[in-house]
């Protein structure tokens, strides 16, 4: 079971909310590419999501306003 560091990860967002909105956009966008290229997916796109936020593959961009 995949079960990251939700501080290690809340470190570089503002709020749980905008972490999850991302790792959503992200898993999305995985999916979307992976179709796109008509890939076969062998792990879940959350989890590949939320794998490449750890890594800092993928950085959440929050408006100016929440910051």
Known sequence: MFNPDLK????NVNSRYSLV???AKRAREIRDEA???EEQIDEKT????IAEI???KYVITEPDELK
């Open 8 to 11: 290690e990860m809340l470190k």
């Open 21 to 23: 909105v991302g790792t």
């Open 35 to 37: 179709i796109e290229k």
């Open 46 to 49: 959350v989890s590949r999501a």
């Open 54 to 56: 750890c890594d800092g």
